[in-house]
């Protein structure tokens, strides 16, 4: 598993970015594959999930996911709720001890956010579609009620794809350039003539930075081509292969 010093020096959190090593699933999915939405067999990947949150101390039981689906929909854990829950949403929240947050991701970037003094924690599931329609600006505000300040949030960026591996067409860059022109600079031109190559990780912590949150922390991976590491949407596609795995990241309070 991965984990960023950011976050490792705040107090009384636990969090981890898991890479696809140390788990019981075989071929595709081979091996730590913590997603639902795959048609991997059930029984792997509840195995896969218990050992990872072994290595939290944690049981699968403390684990919040949701179903998600590119959207903007943020959901509150406000009870004793865990799970797998079926409503579409794209990130959680919470100030609640002993939960874990959790997204699963293969490309799309997990994001990591905790105010310490405020106690709540958020994560997020951010692919282009999601940040660009404000689930990071989403996820913060339902962390400011319940009691967070964006300059106090620290978050971090997980494993996503790499600029150098998120070749895009020519219609792409229009909605971010709409947004603000000087999304531009999350573009550089490919060789194919009217492509170009999107900086996912960039974009999402100018995003960040624009909601006053001062601290982000980025980790320097590429889930594409770090194929011994990370699951790959894309790369899945241009193999043609029929599934692909989830890593899953989680964020929890400690008691």
């Not at 594409?224 to 692909?244: I, K, N, T």
Request: hydrophobic share 40%; with cysteine; net charge neutral.
């Amino acid at each position: 598993m991965i984990t960023v010093s950011a976050l490792n020096e705040v107090q009384n959190i636990r969090h981890a970015f898991f890479t696809r090593e140390g788990g019981l699933s075989k071929g595709v999915y081979a091996s730590l594959n913590c997603g639902y939405g795959s048609r991997d067999e059930r029984a792997s990947i509840d195995g896969n999930r218990q050992r990872a949150l072994a290595q939290l101390d944690l049981t699968p039981a403390a684990l919040a996911t949701v179903n998600q689906q590119h959207t903007t929909n943020v959901l509150v854990v406000d009870t004793d709720w865990t799970g797998d829950l079926p409503t579409p949403a794209d990130a959680l929240v919470t100030n609640r001890r002993n939960v874990a947050l959790g997204i699963l991701s293969a490309d799309c970037a997990p994001v990591l956010m905790v105010d310490a003094r405020g106690g709540v924690i958020g994560a997020a599931h951010a692919g282009w579609r999601g940040a660009i329609a404000g689930i990071l600006d989403n996820t913060i505000a339902e962390m400011v009620k319940l009691g967070a300040k964006p300059s106090r949030i620290v978050a971090a960026i997980g494993p996503c794809i790499a600029q150098r591996s998120y070749e895009v067409g020519p219609e792409f860059p229009a909605p971010f350039l709409a947004e603000d022109p000087n999304n531009h600079f999350f573009f550089v031109n490919a060789a194919r003539e009217g492509h170009f190559f999107f900086d996912l990780p960039g974009y999402l912590a100018r995003r960040l930075a624009k909601l006053s949150v001062n601290e982000v922390a980025r980790t320097p991976c590429d889930t594409c081509r770090e194929e011994a590491r990370f699951f790959s949407y894309r790369r899945s596609q241009l193999r043609g292969e029929p599934d692909y795995g989830r890593s899953l990241s989680t964020i929890v309070l400690e008691r």
